[in-house]
């Protein structure tokens, strides 16, 4: 079992930055990737950026030199640094993990509101 807590959501205005973390615990052994994603209000949950254990990346195109993603040694923290926020950016972001056992398995944690306003 793996447990997933985002922090660091809130208010903000267009072109600000938020910071969120993602702390793991439980079995954190099995992790092989972990990522963001969100869910704006009314649509889908979509990729917002993925961290291997080896630190490879990937993005979603509209967050690409916009939002980093970083992570710990040890698969103890996930981060993802958002800058330039535009509303369209306002969602509920999940922290997500996926573990290397086969089949792999989804953790996800309760998730965290951003919201881009003026």
């Known amino acids: 079992q793996v447990q997933l807590v985002e922090s660091g959501g809130g208010l903000v205005q267009p072109g600000g930055s938020l910071r969120l973390s993602c702390t793991a615990s439980?079995?954190?052994?099995?992790?092989?990737?972990m990522g963001w994603y969100r869910q704006p209000p009314g649509k889908e949950r979509e990729l917002v950026a993925l961290?291997?254990?080896?630190?490879?990346?990937n993005y979603a195109d509209s967050m690409k030199g916009r939002f980093t993603i970083s992570k710990d040694n040890n698969w103890n923290a996930v981060y993802l640094q958002m800058n330039s926020l535009k509303p369209e950016d306002t969602a509920v972001y999940y922290c997500?993990?996926?573990?290397?056992?086969?089949?792999?398995?989804?953790?996800w944690g309760q998730g965290t509101q951003v919201t881009v306003s003026s």
């Open positions: 961290i291997t254990s080896a630190g490879n990346t």
């Open positions: 439980g079995s954190i052994f099995t992790i092989n990737t």
């Open positions: 997500n993990a996926v573990t290397r056992m086969i089949p792999p398995y989804d953790y």
